[in-house]
């Protein structure tokens, strides 16, 4: 029988015990670094050559809590071996504390945003400020080490608030996961006027500045450029200096006025000929409206084309 165990023993990565060989010692208060136990950390240090690397990384159970004890029992920890691969001996009861080591926020902190940056297509020059700082987390010190893997919580928006929950690992195995919030805040050129601007009032191109602000979901005023289109349109209220450009703020200047004299031109080729008459209509740069000739008392249409100015087509 003792042959067939040896065998099976071997087979197993170890050497039978000797029939006369001593009882391997246990600790009675042990540690352990890693997220499970196993015999190898309650063994005395001077007894632990005695048994082989298969033995010493039998598991023995989930490892306690930080700052929590763990008893186990000798018999309990002789049944988990294969029968007859060792004899233990010690105290009844062991207890078992975890090695614990405390995760820095910075650390944390400094992983969460290298992820965001990453993870994230930001726009140019956009700021990345923390506006909740992670917490300390105590975790098991780990036989193969610590590791931080941040996700983001949700799809951020390229702006705004962005959550990162990092998972810290030991061993592989997760014990905490861990919130970070950062500000995303994005900037943009954007045209303004440069003084105060009456109702009725012209924009001209001197009338517009151009300022660094920060861009939200309410700003709809043009970015830099875009106020060329609104040159020469009237305001349709008072504004104030530093008032983003918007479109709805101005209309189109009255270039010709109903009842008010007017200059028809006709241009073919190169001839040209004007006349005089009346507008029947108001209207912008490029609207129709109906004008009545002083010379023939006949009305025709035609384009504004400036200030008083209608162009006929023949």
Known sequence: MSAILALVLLAAGGDAPAPDAPPVELRAASRTPGTRIRLEDLVLPEHAGRLSGDLLAIDLGRSP????GRLLTLRAVQAALPEGAALLAGPA????????????????????????????????GAQVEVAREPFEVTVP??????????????????????????EVRVDGQLQAVVPATFLVRTFADVEVLAGDL??????????????????????????????????????RRDLRAGAPLRAGDFQPAILVRCSEPVT???????????????ARDSGAL???????????????VGRVAGPGLVQMHP
Do not use: W, Y
């Not at 809590?65 to 929590?68: A, D, I, L, Q, R």
């Not at 949700?154 to 990162?164: C, D, I, K, L």
């Not at 031109?265 to 005089?276: I, N, P, Q, T, Y």
């Open 65 to 68: 809590s930080p700052g929590v």
């Open 93 to 124: 009861e062991i207890t078992v504390h975890t090695d614990v080591v405390r995760v820095d926020p910075a650390d944390i902190l400094a992983a969460a945003r290298e992820f965001l940056l990453a993870a994230v297509p930001l726009p140019q």
């Open 141 to 166: 010190r780990g036989r193969a080490g610590l590791e931080l893997r941040p996700r983001l919580r949700g799809t951020p928006a390229g702006r705004g608030h962005v959550n990162v929950l990092t």
């Open 198 to 235: 009456g109702r009725g009032q012209a924009l001209a191109a001197g009338n517009v500045a151009t300022v660094r602000t920060e861009t939200t979901d309410m700003i709809s005023a043009p970015r830099a450029g875009a106020a060329a289109a609104l040159l020469g349109c009237v305001a």
């Open 264 to 278: 028809l031109l006709f241009s073919s080729g190169a001839l040209r000929a004007e006349a005089f008459g009346v």
């Open 286 to 300: 490029g609207d129709p409206v109906r004008v009545e000739n002083l010379t023939t008392r006949k009305t025709v």
